[in-house]
């Protein structure tokens, strides 16, 4: 049973900062590709960031050079560093995992789920 559990999420003024963190457990393939999307109110879900072993990564342009996406120390732990953080960034946030490599960042496209951690950024 694959298990992701996510943690750091907050509230910041804008132009803050909050790094999100996500733990997998029970995943036992090689390689995959992991990933972020957030969901606001009234909002379909929307991709954030992704990666994968093959080195592709993938950040939706409203956040290209501001958020990064990467594997932690522990080979079961991927972030999102996310700043200069805007009212419109704000939603829920979920990380997910796709079975194999990345290849669209479409909510479709991810196998597994966590079930959110909330960001808030206030103006």
């Known amino acids: 049973q694959v298990q992701l559990v996510e943690s750091g999420g907050g509230s910041v003024q804008a132009g803050g900062s909050l790094r999100l963190s996500c733990v997998m457990y029970?995943?036992?393939?090689?390689?995959?590709?992991m990933g972020w999307f957030r969901q606001a109110p009234g909002q379909e879900r929307e991709g954030v960031a992704a990666?994968?072993?093959?080195?592709?990564?993938s950040y939706a342009e409203t956040v290209k050079g501001r958020f990064t996406i990467s594997s932690d120390s522990a080979k079961n732990t991927w972030s999102l560093q996310m700043n200069n953080l805007q009212p419109e960034d704000t939603g829920m946030y979920f990380c997910?995992?796709?079975?194999?490599?990345?290849?669209?960042?479409?909510?479709?496209?991810?196998?597994?789920w966590g079930r959110g951690t909330q960001v808030t950024v206030s103006s």
């Open positions: 997910a995992l796709r079975s194999s490599s990345c290849r669209k960042l479409l909510s479709s496209d991810f196998d597994y």
């Open positions: 029970g995943y036992t393939n090689r390689g995959g590709c």
């Open positions: 990666f994968d072993g093959d080195g592709k990564i």
